[in-house]
């Protein structure tokens, strides 16, 4: 049996990842200028929960650095601090490095090493010294609740729990008073909840009412507030507990919370006054035990549903953790999640029902059975089931993106401030999905490149002022869905590729010869060749002629292609072409020289069949076609994959004709087309590395392997030969 | 006599109706039907409370009944007795 302790620990990291996420998207709207409480509450509740969760875990690293973080977003969120540019930066840096405490915890790694400084820093903002901030540290460790994980847990030794909690804690008697302003109610919130919350704080606790000139009905303004509650709670107890019900109403009414040596007089325990809850009353519970949030007064209109979960009775109100509201998994109560591994295992099942459907289908055809049988009709339906099955499975794993550009976001400001340029990143397609396994392979590719452009891409402050450009750089980030492929561009308003630079580093390292007349393409390109680097000084980040050979093969290896546009004085894209999903293509299934292939269906444009008219003779070795008023380069897959020589003549032959990222076209000839279909992605990779040309193999209806073609990257490390000659010209 | 039955759960939407409603019956005894009420909530509260004033200052019986096992937790939350809402006076 798994350990419940484990797994919720994991849940509550999961739950953290969710946090910091919502955090940067609340710092990222303070960037862009939102002020509005609502946006700082959110960066305050995610800081808080992080706290909170972590206090129950006993993660004193966490726990410390939340604590100083959110003390500070308590001042923004109170007003009492102004939130400058410089400020957002450091709520940035923090927001980081709470982030690596996250994952330090998680993987019980080191701390991050410069959280102190970057504490001060966020404190000097407060105006705290720094050695009075340590003191309250040591004072107010103590005045949080975990939140909603109140369990009936063994936390281990008795120094892995929370710290100072049981120690500082004493039995008191607390008269909390407590008015609602008319506004309480105007924001959705209801003082039952908050009152079952508090007096469920303690076992003792006594409540009056108090009526403070209540009119007769006939003047009664139905919608102001007339009355104060005095509730005295006993036991272990203290103020900042009574606080945290009141976390998000203290705005909207009037509380006083005083302590008192007089405990005279009965103290009622709710509990055994109230029977055993109905469904209902649980689901009353429950909701009093989340936060009364000011953002969903609409919800208060309805009843409250029963099929909430019943709630462990002994649920401590305040643990109701500030954030949780703001939280995915709050909102989203129509979500599950589910074990990658369980995942994986559906996507290989259909891939193999895929393959069987295939198999089947050839069996079918071979019986020679007619058309419109009950059998092909069947069979027709069945293909269809495949395929939506398909679909949904695949879209199980398909992932926004926004994670893997958050933590670009962080790539660019450390990268920034370790070459002292100012950079914005903007993101553009967050919300594109993509199968998790290529994001979480493309997070190294897109770091690198990041990187790149902000230590070579863009200038540095003066030339982009004496270039006339804002002092500030932009990197944009995008992701987009183009002819069922996802794109990424990682674009900056930089210079541009210095061409002649780049060509002539190649020559010094003897990477091209002296000679050489290339392209703007193809000298582009040359940044992709291993040991390539144009920078003349070493920086931390990059310039050491690693990098980007290295991001060609990662993202090639993923079934993609990175190319570049570059204007001088205007800037660089680099643009990532992926498939959208590893698993499974649309392919058409041809054949070359006998042997079957596949060539990707999202790839072809059209096919078509020569005539004599169509093919031109270009250089000694070279043919192109013309189709619709546009030569395109003619590449023979037989001869290019080595299977037979090219052919004298390719009038009456089938060409393909296949687009590039770029716009680039190819005509790629083929013996015969055989059939479109839907085929299983099985890597080669891992078997045979990278083969030019080659994208993957799949297996066939008739159990036959073919291999899945790459026509970007086979037109790439193609000869171009179609014509036979004694002398050749780089095709 | 009336029987005025009590919606579910009054909050602000709902309150200035139900206030209004009592009005309509002032003057006269009422039962309020409390057997569908899921909470009670401050708003209801004052206002049944308002009534109860009023009904008393009339000679009115204002009872609440049936009532719901919501509406007595409810009113053991918030510590109050149900005479707090009543009106024991006979017409």
Redesign the interface.
């Known amino acids: 049996m798994s350990d419940p302790m484990a797994e919720i620990r994991a849940s509550f990291f999961i739950e953290c990842e969710e946090l910091l996420e919502s955090l940067q998207d609340a710092l990222n709207d303070m960037d862009d200028g939102a002020s509005d409480s609502e946006t700082i509450n959110v960066v305050f509740r995610a800081v808080h929960s992080i706290k909170g969760g972590a206090g129950a875990f006993g993660l004193d690293a966490l726990v410390a650095f939340a604590h100083r973080y959110e003390t500070v977003m308590d001042e923004v969120r109170s007003g009492k601090m102004a939130v400058s540019p410089e400020a957002i930066k450091l709520f940035f840096h923090a927001a980081d490095l709470l982030s690596d405490h996250v994952r330090s915890a998680r993987d019980q790694t080191p701390v991050p090493a410069d959280s102190e400084s970057c504490l001060q820093e966020l404190e000097a903002l407060m105006g705290i010294d720094h050695s009075a901030a340590a003191a309250e540290e040591e004072v107010s460790s103590d005045d949080f609740q975990p939140m909603g994980l109140a369990l009936d847990l063994d936390f281990g030794d008795d120094d892995g729990g929370l710290p100072s909690l049981d120690d500082t804690i004493q039995d008191s008697v607390l008269v909390v008073s407590f008015t609602p302003k008319p506004e309480l109610y105007a924001s959705g919130n209801e003082p039952l909840h908050l009152i079952r919350a508090l007096r469920a704080l303690t076992e003792e606790s006594k409540i009056e009412t108090h009526f403070n000139a209540l009119p007769p009905l006939e003047q009664l303004d139905p919608e102001a507030s007339y009355i104060t509650w005095s509730i005295t709670l006993r036991g272990d107890v203290d103020e900042s507990d009574i606080r945290e019900v009141f976390d998000f109403v203290e705005d909207v009414c009037e509380l006083e919370i005083t302590s008192t040596e007089d405990d005279s007089g009965p103290f009622e325990v709710l509990a055994e006054l109230i029977s055993e809850p109905t469904l209902s009353d649980e689901a009353e519970v429950t909701a009093a035990i989340e936060p009364v949030s000011v953002n969903e007064p609409a919800a208060r209109d309805e009843p409250v549903a029963a099929p909430t979960p019943p709630p462990s009775p002994p649920v401590a109100p305040s643990a109701s953790g500030g954030g949780r509201q703001s939280s995915p998994s709050a909102e989203a109560g129509a979500t599950v999640r589910v074990d990658l591994e369980r995942i994986d295992r559906l996507v290989n099942l259909v891939g193999e029902l895929v393959i069987n459907q295939a198999m089947l289908a050839q069996s079918v055809s071979e019986a020679g059975l007619p058309p419109n049988s009950a059998v092909m009709t069947g069979l027709e339906a069945f293909m269809m089931l495949t395929r939506d099955i398909q679909d949904s499975v695949m879209m199980i794993r398909a992932q926004p993106v926004k994670p893997l550009f958050q933590r670009m976001g962080r790539i660019v400001r450390e990268a920034s401030a370790a070459v002292g340029k100012e950079v914005k990143l903007k993101v553009e397609g967050e919300t594109t999905e993509v199968d998790k396994t290529v994001i979480e392979r493309l997070a190294d590719p897109l770091t690198h490149m990041i990187r790149n452009s902000v230590d070579h891409g863009l200038e540095t402050p003066d030339k982009r002022l004496a270039a006339g450009k804002p002092e500030e750089g932009v990197i944009t980030l995008s992701a987009q869905h183009r002819s069922g492929r996802v794109v990424i561009e990682i674009e900056d308003d930089g210079a541009g590729i210095n061409r002649p630079k780049v060509l002539q580093k190649a020559i010094e390292k003897g990477l091209v010869p002296a000679d050489a007349s290339l392209s703007d393409g193809e000298i582009d390109n040359l940044l992709f060749l291993p040991g390539f680097s144009t920078a003349d000084q070493v920086s931390a980040l990059s310039g050491r002629g690693v990098g980007m050979d290295v991001v060609r093969s990662s993202i090639q290896s993923l079934g993609g292609r990175i190319t570049i546009q570059s204007e001088p004085g205007k800037g660089t894209i680099f643009s990532i072409s992926l498939p959208l999903t590893l698993a499974v293509l649309d392919g058409m299934v041809v054949n070359v020289a006998g042997e079957t292939m596949v060539v990707p269906l999202s790839s072809i444009l059209e096919t078509t069949t020569l005539t004599q008219g169509d093919i031109r003779a270009l250089g000694p070795n070279t043919n192109v076609i013309h189709v619709r008023g546009e030569f395109v380069p003619l590449y023979d897959l037989g001869a290019e994959l080595g299977y037979r020589g090219t052919k004298s003549d390719y009038e009456g032959c089938i060409a393909l004709l296949t687009a590039q990222e770029n716009g680039t076209r190819s005509a790629l000839i083929v013996d015969a087309i055989m059939e479109q279909r839907q085929v299983v992605i099985k890597g080669l990779q891992r078997s045979y590395g990278h083969i030019p040309g080659v994208a993957a193999a799949t297996i066939l209806g008739d159990g036959q392997i073919a291999l899945i073609l790459d026509p970007a990257d086979l037109v790439q490390n193609a000869t171009g030969h179609t014509r036979t000659a004694d002398f050749a010209l780089a095709g | 006599m009336t029987s005025l039955p009590l919606d ?2 009054v ?3 709902k ?2 109706t ?2 209004a409603t ?2 309509s019956h ?1 003057g006269a005894d009422l039962v309020i039907d409390a057997s569908e009420v ?6 209801c ?3 049944l ?3 109860a ?2 009904w008393r ?1 009339s000679g009115h019986s204002l009872t609440i009944s049936p009532r719901s ?2 509406f007595d ?2 009113l ?5 007795d149900l005479d ?1 809402l009543q009106s024991t006076e006979a017409a």
Do not use: H, I, M, Y
């Open positions: 579910p759960k909050d602000l939407s309150v200035t139900l206030a009592l009005k002032a899921t909470q009670v909530g401050a708003l509260l004052q206002t409370a308002a009534a004033q009023s200052a096992e919501a937790e409810s053991l939350v918030f510590g109050l707090d």
